[in-house]
């Protein structure tokens, strides 16, 4: 393939295995840019579904309506639960922090009044106290009590190597949460939410829940990033493919 220039003093020729790799290079690099711009689109629809959801009325959990708990589009709402705690199977979520201090996040599990069913309940965050080997004193009632909290989805741990579950036993100090592991260990079936229990309820510790938070801005100025990168490539193959002509050519 030959392409004239001004004068005739450059041709383009930039050879079969050359055009190739470029042609993967810009493709890959065009395609996260795309990639990056549709996350940006998924984060706003989710950002206004949790508006939406937050906004709706407390909904009201019981024996008669508990089969809801495990729709999906129930993340994220407002609930009410009655039930009790079950502080057997308690435990605690390493390194949490607050105000810069070492701490946990207490975790236990709450038996849905006149059902099956079992919710992990976050009740929030307590001092580490300094020594991991005493584990913190939290007050659990073991009366028939009220609930209310809103539903999150667990958060997926982060590879870690050489950590492949976040705990041996069940209570204690775990690193992360994963459901199935504790409906494993414990033997019991749970939520496949957390439940964030709220400020206002006094069976909880330091609650400052984070807001969810789109970060369109990122994705797209990732986006633009690699489009960037793309046209740099293909201003590159356009300058190595491009020679001069010898005066004899």
Not at 13 to 28: D, M, N, S, Y
Not at 43 to 58: H, P
Request: with cysteine; hydrophobic share 40%; glycine share 6%.
């Amino acid at each position: 393939m030959l392409l004239p220039f001004t004068k005739n003093k450059y041709y383009f020729k930039p050879g079969i295995f050359l055009t190739l790799f470029f042609i993967c290079v810009i493709v890959l690099f065009y395609s996260l840019g795309v990639w990056q711009l549709e996350r940006a689109d998924e984060k706003k629809v989710l950002a206004a579904q949790i508006e939406q959801r937050l906004s709706q009325q407390t909904m009201i959990l019981n024996d008669t309506n508990i089969e809801q708990l495990i729709r999906p589009d129930i993340a994220y709402r407002t609930i009410t639960l009655n039930g009790k705690f079950d502080t057997r199977e308690q435990f605690f979520i390493d390194n949490k922090k607050y105000n810069g201090r070492a701490g946990y996040h207490v975790i236990t599990p709450f038996n849905i009044d006149n059902t099956q069913q079992t919710i992990l309940v976050n009740r929030g965050w307590v001092d580490s106290g300094g020594n991991r080997n005493i584990l913190p004193e939290v007050v659990t009632p073991s009366e028939l009590i009220t609930l209310e909290g809103r539903l999150s989805n667990p958060v997926t741990a982060h590879f870690r190597p050489g950590i492949s579950q976040p705990a041996e036993s069940l209570g204690g100090i775990w690193l992360y949460i994963d459901l199935n592991f504790f409906s494993g260990l414990s033997g019991t079936p749970v939520a496949p939410y957390i439940l964030l229990l709220n400020k206002e309820n006094q069976f909880g510790y330091v609650r400052e829940w984070p807001e969810f938070k789109a970060n369109t801005e990122m994705h797209v100025g990732y986006a633009i990033q690699w489009f960037t990168f793309a046209l740099f490539s293909l201003l590159a193959y356009l300058s190595i493919g491009t020679k001069k002509r010898r005066n004899n050519d």
